[in-house]
Structures are given as C-alpha cells and as structure tokens.
C-alpha cells in the first residue's frame, strides 16, 4: 500500500465530531504561530508612524490567522510524509484526530478571512503581503519544493521571513529597506536553523522521502552550508543599526548572538557530531527570539522617553 494511501486509510478513521478544541488549534501549529506573531509585532513597533491599537491587534490577529492557515493546509497537503515521521507522525491529520477534508476547509477559510479582514481594516499593502506569505508557503514551499529540492529550506524560508514587513506594512503603508532588512534576517537563518535540526533527524526525512541537504548531499556538505549561512547571517543580523533604526544596545547585542550563533555553526562543522548540531538548533531559537526581543525593547524604550 503505498504512504498516500495509509495516510488516506488513518486519517478516514477521524470520527466527525470527535475531534476536540485542542486538536483543531493544533492545526494551527501553535509554536510556530507564536513565533510569526512575535516577529510581525516587532515589525510594527520598529515602524515609523503610529498605529490605533485596536488596528496593531487586528493586524496581529490577521498574522496569526494567516500563519495558522498556512499550517493546515500544509498539515492537509502533508498528512502522507507526516505519519512516517517521528517529529510529526502524532499532528492532527496523521494521528486520524482530525480528518484530511477538515484540515484543508479550515486552512482555505481562515486564509481568506485573514486576507480579507487585513485588507479592510489595515490596508491593502500589508493584506498584500499577507496573501502572498500564505500563497508562498503553500504553493511555492508545501506543494512544490519541499519535495523536489534539497533548497526547499532555503527558497521556502522566505514565506516564514515576511511577518516583520507585513507588521511594517500595517504601520506605514508600504516596503522600504528596513523591512527588507527584517526580511533578510529570518531568510537567512532559516537555513542554518533547519539544516541543524536536519543533521540529527536526516534518516527521518530519508524515509518519507523529503530531500533535505544531508539526504541529498551528505551531512559535510550541510555542515559547510550551514557555516556559510551563518557568516552571511552576522552582517545582515546588525545591519539595523547601521542604517539607524536600532540603537546601540541592538548593535552590540545583535553582534554578540551572532559571534556565539557563528561559533556554534564552526563547532558544528569540525566536531561533526550529533550534540552540537542539537545545541546549535537549540540556540538559534534563542538566538532569533533575542535579536527581535532586542529591536523591540529599544523600540518600547524609545516611544516612553
């Protein structure tokens, strides 16, 4: 019987109905919903110009919704490499919690409020932007190159990178430079984050068939790539004080997590063992929570003085 298949056959067994709150919100990837919101507010706080708070919240919401969708339908489009996987094998649709139907009728509904509600009550730039992070997670990222690349992570990471220029959007109305900048700094941690992750979980995704870089070219060439992500990282990582939009306290904090992140990927490369490639993904986490937890503090600072 082939993955479609069994994945067809458990998640059948969903009992309409049976399922709970909890496992729908599971859908939504919660984890990783947290994390978008958290960079979107920070984008909106760095902005020039001033927001309604009741408009900064349904700029949020819009972000969560709209990440939260984007995780259903990749749950929906994903259920048949999801259950062969530890890592994910327990999610909603492969652990027949909630069926393939309700996954891809929740995603595609929460998608399209979220457009819509961003549109109306923000502006047409930042709802622009959300439509085009949603389309890109799941067109370009779920359903073409996660399978087909082992530069899924790289090109797809994008779609994760837009939450900080949507909340930038929401402020001012448009793209500029700055948000760029934010743009870039999840882009290009996206994949020394993954590929760490990858070097200690490449017989899981070699048996659903995803051809992430150690399955596809070895676990040296990963680690060589994942050192250069992270030199390409550090630069881009300051780069908000540079251009004057984060103080001094960004600048040198920004280039401390990004000596310990870079000295992390070296270890990661001459030790080539599965230890350091957990501590590496475990402080990347760390790593990009800081960088924006420090523009937003600043930003916070800056608006009581």
Known sequence: MSDTSIASENTARADY?????????????????SLVVFTGLVGMAVAPGDL???????????????????????????ADIDQIMERTKNRPVPS???TAGEALAVGVSLSVASVILMGLAVNLVA???????????IFIYTMWLKRRTPQNIVIGG???????????AAVTGNVSVESLVLFAIIFFWTPPHFWALSLWRDIDYANAGVPMLPVVAGREATRRQVVIYSVLLFPIAVMPYFLGY????????????????????VKVWLKKDEKSAKQLFAFSLLYLFLIFALLLGEAIVKGLV
């Open 127 to 137: 709802a622009t932007l959300l439509a085009i992070t949603i389309g890109f997670y």
């Open 52 to 78: 309604h708070p009741v408009l900064a919240f349904t700029a949020l919401l819009c972000i969560a919704v709209g990440a939260g969708a984007s995780g259903a339908i990749n749950m929906w489009y994903d």
């Open 17 to 33: 109905g049976s399922a709970r709150a909890s496992d729908y919100f599971a859908l939504l990837k919660p984890r990783v919903m």
């Open 158 to 168: 994008a779609a994760g990178a837009f939450p900080p220029m949507i909340g930038w």
């Open 246 to 265: 984060a103080g001094i306290v960004y600048g040198l904090g920004s280039a401390v997590l990004g000596g310990v992140f870079l000295f992390g990927a």
């Open 96 to 98: 027949g919690k909630v």
